[in-house]
């Protein structure tokens, strides 16, 4: 079963940010200037390279600290929360996408909602 994901066209960086408890965290980060003026930040669960909360457990803090660091307006910025396939037989550990839908309440992202993508549909929403 593969770990440590490696960079790959979801991924070209790490994002550092303060989790539960301002715990140090970490998952992999891919940002897309899209064509219509949108900002499309890719998220990715690291597993054992992240030594604190998980991307899904913290992801509504996670996409407000990537938008500001990016200075990007919160109706500009789409965020999605990718799980890598761990090549395990077990289903949990497969790829998945995920499109999050936040509420804004003036200073951060709350209140989130997940809708399934697959990857063909990210793909595509990259070049858009």
Known sequence: ???NPAFNQYMDRYFEFAGHWDSP???????????????LAIA????????GTPVT?????????????LACAPEKFIFVEHT???????AFYEETF???DFDWNGES???PRWTRLSSE????????
């Not at 549909?121 to 858009?128: D, H, K, L, S």
């Open 1 to 3: 079963m593969e770990i």
């Open 25 to 39: 965290s970490k998952c992999g980060l891919l940002v897309v200037q899209r064509k219509d003026g949108k900002v």
């Open 109 to 111: 992202f709350a209140n």
């Open 57 to 69: 457990e913290w992801c509504a803090p996670l996409a407000t600290q990537i938008m500001k660091s």
């Open 98 to 100: 995920d499109l999050l």
């Open 84 to 90: 890598p396939d761990l090549k395990s037989k077990l």
């Open 44 to 51: 990715t669960e690291i597993y054992r390279q992240n030594p």
């Open 121 to 128: 549909q990210v793909i595509q929403m990259m070049g858009e």
